[in-house]
């Protein structure tokens, strides 16, 4: 029983405070009882803390309240129809945003749809009335050939005036019948036009948004839904325009509607009904390897991969017939020199079936798929005498079956996106670069020769997408001073970056100033270092992270002594980490200091939060100090960072040592001379001479 449906069982006082909750129309009880299910299964109390999260729960909501708008409005529900609209524009308000355009689009869709569905209908009983006619007309014709012999000559002229006005009347019914027909099929075009022009490319759009990160839903149950009614009507057109040709056949005359009109509505339900179904053959779930599920489409040579098509049109016939779904790699591949060839070892034939999608999707699950390169004639294996290196070229895995229905015999053909194929661990950055930049800026889905002249970014388009690399691998985004950071470290100081440009080699390619790796890959070693050693202060906020030493300087010199901040390190390959902290001397003078980078080899060793914690600055008199008291803007250390502290020394023992217990902590010791304080303030030196490391036992 739901969570739902006990608190409706509760006394009649307890009641009455469960209707005082639900008083305010931002949250009704209504969506709380239609949505009780979905709303119960949801981890809330994470999304309290995670901004990301909180979205696609927010979207998801209202994309729940449009599907319970929609089948109020099938079921022709005005009242509770007009409730669930408002209920949405409420939740808009106070979020203050605008009713999206989707919403009105998929509610087009629905209409389309609906109309269609009535319109079927409505021929279907039309025709029924025109079998009713023709049969009393074959009757009366039939009875009159019967007794022609023995009736007068006037009798015969009498019935035959009798027999042509209603031959009139029924060939004025076939031809309305037709036109009705042309009209729901003109209907049905216009709604698959609407379906893969507009809502399958959306979605197409979509999923090459979220296989680089993006927050987005791209679940396929609606566009099923879809797909599956329309084709569902399409078939039962086709079926009336079968039972015309039979009625056709029964009565026949002399410029017959049936025999003229009908085979070209039923050639066009029939091109209808191809271009649905071939549309509707779709790859539901990118290429992926296991243990890069945050990185799709990139695929190392003898490592598996899964993958999974998906037909979107879901009839009962269609699912009990046995489709067989072959992969393959490569069809039409760039005829460049040197262009790698691979071939697909595994299972890389199936039988399509429901059971291997969790809603029920007909589809066909590649789990254990490889690639290995084919040797070439010249040069040998693995020789790429192309301009693009391998991790730039790109490949296409194709998916082809056969659907046999009634009397159409189609075959299906999907590719994935592009694919980049790699052979060793340290080409995977490069080749998730390649796809994160393919589909930021590629509409063409079958683009192979995208990276021989790579389209430049706008720093609009590339920010959002370095933001999703965060929000999809941790449970934070980037704001807008941390993108603001990124953006000066790319084009140096600008009034407004959104209209900025940067090529492919600037951002994966060419090493940043006075360093020895690209701006990608230091930005890669930032995030590896966040969920290895401390993504839970980094999704609770405690971590600025992205900030540039003026701008830290300037946020600390008014705080109290021993406000500090964490920023990361803009000088290390694989990613570190620093504090730096404000200290006010008696004579009033500010000093700005920060510590060496804290790298993969420090935090493997003691975990971030320890450093904070028994971090000390040995005085003059050597004598250890504590520095850092408060984390910017002043919450004090201990209750920002309490929660990650180890429980006790023990945690922090080395392992080899069998006989005194030891703590790891870490120690600076001031330098001897002091950067004058008015140079800080006006921001006349790149950077404080940083304090040195030193690692002691206590």
């Not at 022609?148 to 019948?177: H, T, W």
């Amino acid at each position: 029983m739901s969570q739902w449906e006990k608190l409706k069982q509760l006394d009649t006082k307890s009641l009455e405070q469960l209707h005082n909750l639900y008083q305010d129309e931002n949250f009704p009880m209504d969506v709380r009882e239609y949505l009780a299910h979905w709303i119960e299964t949801q981890d809330w109390e994470k999304a309290i803390t995670n901004y990301s999260l909180a979205t696609i729960h927010y979207q998801n909501l209202l994309d729940l309240i449009n599907n319970q708008y929609s089948r109020f409005m099938q079921e022709k529900l005005f009242i509770c129809q007009h409730k669930f609209k408002r209920y949405r524009q409420n939740m808009q308000a106070v979020m203050g945003q605008p009713q999206p355009v989707d919403f009105e689009r998929h509610q087009n869709v629905v209409q389309k749809l609906n109309a269609l569905k009535n319109g079927v209908q409505a021929g279907e009983q039309e025709l029924k009335f025109l079998e009713e006619q023709q049969d009393e007309f074959d009757f009366k014709f039939k009875t009159y050939k019967f007794q022609e012999s023995n009736n007068s000559e006037k009798q015969k002229e009498e019935e035959l005036q009798v027999l042509q006005k209603m031959l009139n009347i029924l060939d004025c019914n076939r031809k309305k019948v037709l036109q009705k027909f042309a009209e729901f099929i003109n209907e049905a075009e216009v709604l698959l036009n609407t379906l893969v022009k507009e809502e399958l490319a959306d979605w197409k759009r979509r999923q090459q948004s979220a296989c680089i990160g993006a927050p987005v839903k791209v679940c396929l149950d609606q566009l099923e839904n879809w797909f599956t009614a329309c084709a569902v009507c399409l078939f039962q057109v086709k079926r009336l325009l079968k039972k015309l040709e039979e009625l056709g056949d029964k009565v026949t005359y002399d410029k017959d509607p049936f025999k003229i009109q009908r085979p070209t509505l039923e050639k066009l339900v029939k091109t209808l009904l191809t271009n649905l179904i071939k549309s509707a053959f779709v790859v539901e779930n990118q290429p992926c390897m296991a243990p890069q599920s945050k990185m799709p489409l990139v695929l190392k040579t003898s490592s598996q991969f899964s993958v999974k098509p998906r037909l979107l049109v879901k009839l009962p016939e269609v699912a009990n017939h046995l489709m067989k779904v072959k992969a393959c790699i490569d069809k039409s591949s760039p005829n460049g020199k040197g262009y790698r060839k691979f071939n697909i070892l595994g299972t890389n034939e199936k039988a399509m079936n429901m059971t291997e999608s969790k809603f029920g999707g007909l589809c066909v699950d590649f789990r254990h798929l490889q690639l290995k390169e084919q040797k070439s004639l010249i040069g040998g294996k693995g020789s790429n005498e192309t301009s693009l290196v391998v991790t730039e070229e790109l490949h296409l895995i194709s998916f082809e079956t056969e659907l046999v229905y009634q009397d159409l015999i189609l075959k299906l053909e999907t590719s994935t996106l592009p694919v980049v194929v790699i052979s060793n661990a340290s080409q995977l950055l490069s080749g998730w670069a390649s796809v994160v930049w393919y589909n930021m800026l590629c509409s063409d889905l079958q683009n192979m020769t995208f990276f021989s002249n790579p389209p430049t970014a706008l720093w609009s388009q590339l920010s959002e997408t370095l933001s999703w690399q965060f929000s999809s691998n941790t449970k934070r985004h980037l704001d807008t001073e941390q993108l603001d950071m990124l953006a000066e470290k790319l084009f140096g100081l600008q009034e407004n970056y959104a209209d900025c440009y940067i090529t492919w080699a600037k951002f994966s390619k060419e090493n940043l100033p006075r360093q020895n790796f690209s701006f990608w890959l230091w930005l890669q070693g930032i995030l590896d270092l966040i969920k290895k050693y401390f993504e839970n202060i980094w999704n609770d906020g405690h971590i600025i992270g992205f900030v540039s030493k003026k701008r830290e300087r300037k946020l600390l010199k008014d705080k109290q002594s021993g406000t500090f901040l964490l920023r990361f390190s803009e000088s290390s390959k694989d990613g570190g980490i620093t504090f730096t902290w404000v200290e006010h001397l008696p004579n009033g003078d500010c000093k700005i200091r920060s510590v060496e980078p804290y790298t993969k080899g420090h935090l493997t060793n003691i975990p971030l939060s320890e450093i904070v914690r028994f971090y000390k600055v040995m005085a003059e008199e050597n004598v250890p100090e504590h520095p850092l008291l408060y984390l910017y803007p002043n919450i004090p250390k201990d209750e920002a960072f309490g929660k990650y502290y180890l429980d006790s020394d023990a945690d922090v023992q080395l392992k080899h040592n069998k006989y005194l217990r030891t703590r790891l902590i870490v120690v600076s010791e001031r330098p001897p001379t002091e950067i004058p304080p008015a140079m800080i303030d006006e921001g006349l030196v790149e950077d404080l001479p940083l304090l040195s490391d030193l690692m002691e036992w206590l």
